[in-house]
Nanobody
Framework: QVQLVESGGGLVQSGGFLRLSCAAS????????MGWYRQAPGKQRELVAQITSFRSGGSTRYADSVKGRFAISRDNAKNTVYLQMNSLKPEDTAAYYCNARFNNENYWGQGTQVTVSS
């Protein structure tokens, strides 16, 4: 059974930082394209950051709104993917979801809430 468990969300002031973690079980996350998505109330879920699988080179890409502030990384030994979020803004407030994707496999975590106060 595949599980993606997010943690690290919370309430932080504008300008602060958080680090989200996504611990995978049932899959070897390095073999998957791993992504962080977010969804704010009344808005569509959007891709925040992605890191490709090891075989695809582990390249990263980011939404324009978070470039220079967020960084995605993985620790293969821990089978975990991280999202370091710096210089947080109120508009970053959302539920953040971890995603693992490879071919026709597509898995989601349950989400973790990030709230940034002004």
């Amino acid at each position: 059974q595949v599980q993606l468990v997010e943690s690290g969300g919370g309430l932080v002031q504008s300008g602060g930082f958080l680090r989200l973690s996504c611990a995978a079980s049932g899959i070897i996350s390095s073999g998957y394209n791993m992504g962080w998505y977010r969804q704010a109330p009344g808005k569509q879920r959007e891709l925040v950051a992605q890191i490709t699988s090891f075989r695809s080179g582990g390249s990263t890409r980011y939404a324009d709104s978070v470039k220079g502030r967020f960084a995605i990384s993985r620790d293969n030994a821990k089978n975990t993917v991280y999202l370091q979020m710096n210089s947080l803004k109120p508009e970053d407030t959302a539920a953040y979801y971890c995603n693992a994707r490879f071919n026709n496999e597509n898995y989601w975590g349950q989400g973790t809430q990030v709230t940034v106060s002004s």
